[in-house]
């Protein structure tokens, strides 16, 4: 019985393993370019935001 044990590990183990590679290499599901677009806006509008505020001042040289 040990011995079944023993090679039932490693068969499950190859089988979530190929379960696992399928599902890591599936297509990136597509979202369509009106919501695409508005989401990529938003963001460039809210980097404008954090840049805008967070801009270092000119120091004066020495």
């Given at each position: 019985?040990?011995?079944?044990?023993?090679?039932?590990?490693?068969?499950?183990?190859?089988?979530?393993?190929t379960?696992?590679a399928?599902?890591?290499q599936?297509?990136?599901?597509?979202t369509?370019?009106?919501?695409?677009?508005?989401?990529?806006?938003?963001?460039?509008?809210?980097?404008?935001?954090t840049?805008?505020?967070?801009?270092?001042r000119?120091?004066?040289?020495?």
């Amino acid at each position: 019985m040990a011995a079944l044990a023993w090679l039932i590990i490693p068969c499950v183990a190859a089988v979530l393993a190929t379960v696992w590679a399928g599902w890591a290499q599936r297509a990136p599901r597509a979202t369509g370019d009106p919501a695409s677009l508005a989401e990529h806006q938003r963001f460039m509008a809210a980097m404008e935001r954090t840049t805008a505020a967070d801009a270092p001042r000119e120091r004066p040289e020495r």
